[in-house]
């Protein structure tokens, strides 16, 4: 009797280990900045009279919100690492306050990027892609989810794995140590 308690006991403390750890994990924030959103500062300096407000990838288009004080011309080239050779895509927009950007860009490697020409001055922009296999950014909650899903997994099979014992139904022999 004191050995299914103890093993009971052994069982349910592992299980609460990975919800412990989960909550020990660090809070994650991510702000997430849609193009639609007007944007005050635009920070980045191309020329005296061209600025970058943003940079996005969405859906295989790189999205671009450019500001300039002037009507420029500027011409936004894809800009990736190849492997092979290929056509890369190029095409002329008027810049006029703020404007946004919309060109398709294929990415190679994971890797995508533009660059932005006035005529004399070529700035490259770095453009994020997310992963495959794995996407977005995780939070706090999500690292106590999986730790509370791992601890209940390993729960529910040593609980099997102990009854079958206990009641006879394993077949294989016992270890004592």
Avoid: W
């Amino acid at each position: 009797m004191f050995s299914r308690f103890f093993l009971i006991a052994v069982v349910l403390v592992a299980s609460l280990s990975g919800a412990v750890a989960a909550q020990d994990a660090p809070n994650a924030t991510a702000e997430n900045s849609t193009v639609g959103e007007q944007v005050n500062t635009c920070s980045e300096e191309i020329t005296p009279t061209l600025r970058l407000c943003s940079a996005d990838y969405v859906d295989g288009e790189a999205v671009l919100l450019l500001d300039s004080d002037t009507r420029d011309r500027v011409t936004v080239t894809e800009a990736v690492a190849l492997t092979q050779s290929r056509e890369l895509r190029r095409d002329s927009f008027i810049v006029d306050g703020k404007t946004e950007i919309r060109m398709r860009v294929q990415p190679s490697n994971g890797r995508a990027g533009v660059t932005i020409d006035d005529g004399t001055t070529l700035y490259g922009v770095p453009l994020e892609t997310t992963s495959t296999i794995v996407a977005g950014p995780f939070t706090a909650s999500d690292a106590q989810a999986a730790g509370l899903g791992g601890g209940a997994g390993v729960a529910v099979v040593t609980i099997f794995l102990v009854a079958k014992v206990v009641y006879g139904r394993s077949e294989e022999p016992e270890r004592l140590a």
